[in-house]
């Protein structure tokens, strides 16, 4: 899959997702479970708006960075604005009037609508969160102004030719001195094509995982030492991005219908079954077959300029 299309289906899938944000206490469960499980603490996901935690965490970047109320903050693909908005919250009780800032950048022009949006619920200080519309390979922000720059299951979602390009970018907005707290999926093994392929799979940030080999190489090649770079498997388990009724995600439609596997279908959702591909149902055989653990992991990615 191109360039292109990998940013048009992650483009289209998260404006759905920004648009169609579901408040009802089923969906806020769901998505307080997956957060939850990734490390985020009862407390932060209570100060949260509803809306801003929309399921999509693979990890807690904030946990151990230690942010400051001096200090500014970028958050690439900031999503609904979870990690901006706690980062806010921690930083407020250290300082009622921090000097320090937060950006929250993405691409999306929904979700950046949607995080201003929940900003505004908020009720921060006013400039203490800005969200900016932009690619995270080409972010507009002056060089070396950055003492923290985190990210939250999203690297994974630019395609491969793009990364060296997002690891440059973190690099040069940071301070010396500055650092990194990523949290990121990373493959095991090298996947399957039928896996790479899979739209669905790659916006889940399953596809999309990149070998740790690879991670670290294009954060030495973007500046940083090799002995400032940590990688650590959280060992955390992913299949709880599967559905609560035993089908994957990737089994649904963009409207939220389930869909028909066809024999032109190559999907890893798609299961042989007597011959035909069947329908995404609880009685078919969907990627619920596909164990996320065996092929990626959960990682917290560290780094200083």
């Not at 009622?96 to 609508?113: H, L, W």
Request: proline share 5%.
């Amino acid at each position: 899959m191109d360039a292109a299309t990998i940013y048009q289906t992650v483009n289209t899938r998260y404006s759905k997702v920004a648009s169609q944000v579901d408040e009802s206490d089923a969906q806020d469960s769901k998505s307080t479970q997956i957060a939850a499980s990734f490390g985020y603490s009862a407390e932060d996901l209570a100060s949260l708006p509803t809306g801003t935690n929309l399921g999509l965490s693979c990890g807690n970047p904030l946990a151990t960075a230690n942010l400051q109320p001096s200090e500014n903050m970028v958050d690439l693909g900031s999503g609904g604005g979870l990690d901006c908005l706690i980062a806010a919250r921690q930083i407020l009780k250290g300082n009622p009037t921090p000097s320090g800032k937060i950006y929250g950048i993405d691409r999306s022009e929904a979700m950046i609508a949607l995080a201003r949006k929940n900003a505004a619920k908020a009720n921060l200080p006013e400039g203490l969160v800005e969200f900016i519309l932009a690619p995270i390979t080409e972010i507009p922000l002056q060089d070396s102004t950055v003492d923290l720059v985190v990210s939250n299951c999203v690297i994974n979602l630019v395609p491969d030719e793009d990364k060296p390009a997002v690891f440059k970018e973190i690099h040069r907005l940071l301070k010396p001195g500055g650092r990194v707290a990523i949290s990121d999926l990373l493959a095991k093994k090298p996947m399957p094509n039928q896996i790479r392929r899979d739209a669905a799979l790659l916006v889940g940030c399953v596809a999309g995982a990149s070998l740790v080999d690879e991670y670290r190489r294009w954060m030495e090649e973007a500046g940083f030492r090799k002995d400032s770079i940590a990688f650590i498997n959280t060992e955390k388990d992913l299949n709880v991005y599967q559905d609560a009724d035993g089908t994957a995600s990737c089994c649904m439609e963009e409207t939220g219908s389930k869909s028909c596997c066809d024999k032109n279908t190559d999907s890893a959702c798609c299961v042989e079954k007597n011959g035909s591909k069947p329908c995404c149902t609880k009685n078919a055989e969907p990627a619920r077959k596909l164990d996320f653990n065996e092929w990626v992991a959960s990682y917290q990615i560290y780094a200083i300029k």
